[in-house]
């Protein structure tokens, strides 16, 4: 099972916003809405930000959204700021291997 | 609140096994299932496998499957994750995760919404 694709990395600057893709095919992102999303700074464990593709748990600001098309999945951040900085990697669930993630996209702040 | 608490690092030579501990609190333990993700140095999240204590279930990476066991101890509720045959890649830091799913038999993963620390293993002679 190949990973998903995302880019190595993205920037903006603070208030800006930002979207980090998320390709795969359609026995993983095209066949299924359970698509989330994962931020991750250095040295510290993954925390869910988006989960089914656009929902976000308690507590996660609203300036992250999800969404998705076709094979491909979408995770923007609007009114960037400094703490945004981090890698953010996707997952889906497949039908061949129960879960895939992506390869992970560096978020720089500048 | 929910905490899913990991046992510390550890350094193995190659060839040896490795038993990781994940020690869940604060949420029924047998309701859900426990997902293993390793991060290799520089790399990005790599799923192992899962294991659900509500009905005993295992799956596996095929690129782990033969080499690594997950098991449960409801009485501690404590998952546990051995790796066996271990080679310096399997040099990572090994992340438990609780798991939703979206069935309601609990057979189908969506996401992993509370993680462990991490617990660091290095491989080398």
């Known amino acids: 099972q190949s990973a998903l694709t995302q880019p190595a990395s993205v920037s903006g600057s603070p208030g800006q916003s930002i979207t980090i893709s998320c390709t795969g095919s359609n026995s993983d992102v095209g066949g299924y809405n359970y698509v989330s999303w994962y931020q991750q700074h250095p040295g510290k464990a993954p925390k869910l930000m988006i989960y089914?593709?656009?929902n976000r748990p308690s507590g996660v600001p609203d300036r992250f959204s999800g969404s998705k098309s076709g094979t491909t999945a979408s995770l923007t951040i609007s009114g960037l700021r400094a703490e945004d900085e981090a890698e953010y990697s996707c997952t889906s669930y497949t039908s061949s291997t129960l879960v895939v993630f992506g390869g992970g996209t560096k978020l720089t702040v500048l | 609140q929910v905490q899913l608490v990991q046992s510390g690092p550890e350094v193995k030579k190659p060839g040896a096994s490795v038993k990781v501990s994940c020690r869940a609190s604060g949420y029924p333990f047998s309701s859900y299932g426990i997902t293993w993700v390793r991060q290799a140095p520089g790399q990005g999240l790599a799923w192992m496998g899962w294991i659900t204590p509500y009905n005993g279930n295992t799956r596996y990476a095929q690129n782990v499957q033969g080499r690594v066991t997950m098991t449960t101890d409801t009485s501690t509720s404590t998952v546990y994750m051995e790796l066996r045959s271990l080679r310096s890649d399997d040099t990572a830091v090994f992340y438990c995760?609780?798991?939703?799913?979206?069935?309601?038999?609990?057979?189908?993963?969506?996401?992993?919404?509370?993680w462990g620390q991490g617990t660091l293993v290095t491989v080398s002679s």
């Open positions: 089914e593709v656009s």
């Open positions: 995760a609780r798991t939703r799913t979206f069935d309601s038999s609990g057979y189908y993963p969506s996401h992993f919404d509370y």
